[in-house]
């Protein structure tokens, strides 16, 4: 059963930093581009960004509302995703999700997703 | 940045006909997918390239395209239905993915 399990949500005050992490089962990790999406409380999916495989030279790219703030990785050794989250601001307040593509273009497989709430 | 634009809402009574549209400039050239999403839970995927129902997902649910719109159709809504529903795609590079703006679905 594939399985990916968000971790390291919590309350950051603004301009400050939070790591999350994607812990996945079930298929193989290092084959596997990962996708972040997120979701402001009572709105709309927002996608964040991806990072592709070793392969592609783990390359990340990201939605303009987070460039240059948020950074992705990955360990494969630990079949697990990170998402960097630095100089946070109020906006960057939401659920965030990390999903697994499927190749032909949608989510095959999503997280429970994890809340990030970034206050004073 | 790139859009996809649905309704906010839709509402219609149990066992009628809930048509939900979402618009976007590079939809005649590139699929799109559906989500269903309730409540404190993840979103599911009820269609994909345009109007493919994956496993497990009710035959009331389908998929249509005409242009730069493509609409969700869910025949015989029942109460289960009432959610929030999501287009997703991509720009014209395929690089960025996009979500639609999102539409609630009431069952009267």
């Known amino acids: 059963e594939v399985q990916l399990v968000e971790s390291g949500g919590g309350l950051v005050q603004p301009g400050g930093s939070l790591k999350l992490s994607c812990a996945t089962s079930?298929?193989?990790?290092?084959?596997?581009?990962i996708h972040w999406v997120r979701q402001p409380p009572g709105k709309g999916l927002e996608w964040v960004g991806r990072?592709?495989?070793?392969?592609?030279?783990?390359?990340?790219i990201y939605s303009a509302s987070v460039t240059d703030r948020f950074i992705m990785s990955r360990d494969d050794s630990k079949n697990t995703a990170y998402l960097q989250m630095n100089s946070l601001k109020t906006e960057d307040t939401a659920v965030y999700y990390c999903?697994?593509?499927?190749?032909?273009?949608?989510?095959?497989?999503w997280g429970q997703g994890t809340l990030v709430t970034v206050s004073s | 940045s790139y859009e996809l634009t649905q309704p906010p809402s839709v509402s219609v009574s149990p066992g009628q006909t809930a048509r939900i549209t979402c618009s976007g400039d590079?939809?005649?050239?590139?699929?799109v997918y559906w989500y269903q999403q309730k409540p404190g839970q993840a979103p599911v995927l009820v269609i994909y390239?345009?109007?493919e129902r994956p496993s497990g997902i009710p035959k009331r649910f389908s998929g249509s395209s005409s242009g730069t719109t493509v609409t969700l159709t869910i025949s015989g809504v029942q109460a289960e239905d009432e959610a929030d529903y999501y287009c997703?795609?991509?720009?014209?590079?395929?690089?960025?993915?996009?979500f639609g703006t999102g539409t609630k679905l009431t069952v009267l």
């Open positions: 999903a697994r593509p499927h190749s032909s273009g949608y989510y095959d497989n």
């Open positions: 079930g298929f193989t990790f290092s084959d596997s581009t």
């Open positions: 990072i592709r495989t070793k392969a592609d030279n783990d390359a990340a």
């Open positions: 590079t939809l005649s050239n590139l699929y």
């Open positions: 390239k345009d109007n």
């Open positions: 997703q795609s991509a720009d014209s590079s395929t690089t960025y993915w996009v």
